[in-house]
């Protein structure tokens, strides 16, 4: 459970730069997904993504996905990895989504932010306030084990 928690976290944390950006990785860096979500996280391309960086990130993330524009995001719009629609979270309850804390059948903007704040210290191993290509191959290799 703990390993599809840190995937989703990763590909939830980065989808917002890739959407946004379309940009490819920086020299160096390796293809595939990750390496193009970080690359366009990475604002200012100094080859880490700040605190302020991985916020900037989620926060395009959430409002890309709040289709309705009322501030939360509901199962119907909070994607399933693979693609297709979010299905309910551990316990079957069609009416819980993965995220919501409080139980109201939606994912808040102050729930997803706190979403956000474990991510980012989950995926920043060293603490020092920024996530470099290496934490994110090695959240990436640890998930494949």
């Given at each position: 459970?703990?390993?599809?928690?840190?995937?989703?976290?990763?590909?939830?944390?980065?989808?917002?730069?890739?959407?946004?950006?379309?940009?490819?990785?920086?020299?160096?860096?390796?293809?595939?997904?990750?390496?193009a979500m970080f690359a366009a996280a990475d604002a200012n391309h100094d080859g880490t993504i700040t605190r302020a960086e991985f916020d900037a990130?989620?926060?395009?993330?959430?409002?890309?996905?709040?289709?309705?524009?009322?501030?939360?995001?509901?199962?119907?719009?909070?994607?399933?990895?693979?693609?297709?629609?979010?299905?309910?979270?551990?316990?079957?309850?069609?009416?819980?989504?993965?995220?919501?804390?409080?139980?109201?059948?939606?994912?808040s903007r102050a729930e997803w932010d706190a979403e956000s704040a474990r991510m980012f210290s989950r995926l920043d191993t060293d603490n020092n306030?920024?996530?470099?290509?290496?934490?994110?191959?090695?959240?990436?290799?640890?998930?494949?084990?």
């Amino acid at each position: 459970m703990h390993k599809l928690l840190i995937a989703a976290g990763i590909v939830a944390a980065f989808s917002a730069g890739v959407a946004v950006a379309q940009t490819g990785p920086a020299p160096g860096q390796g293809g595939g997904r990750f390496a193009a979500m970080f690359a366009a996280a990475d604002a200012n391309h100094d080859g880490t993504i700040t605190r302020a960086e991985f916020d900037a990130a989620r926060a395009a993330r959430f409002t890309q996905m709040d289709a309705d524009h009322n501030g939360s995001l509901s199962a119907t719009e909070m994607p399933r990895w693979g693609g297709g629609q979010a299905q309910p979270a551990a316990g079957g309850d069609a009416q819980h989504v993965r995220g919501d804390t409080n139980g109201d059948g939606a994912v808040s903007r102050a729930e997803w932010d706190a979403e956000s704040a474990r991510m980012f210290s989950r995926l920043d191993t060293d603490n020092n306030g920024s996530i470099t290509q290496a934490e994110l191959q090695a959240a990436q290799q640890h998930m494949q084990h």
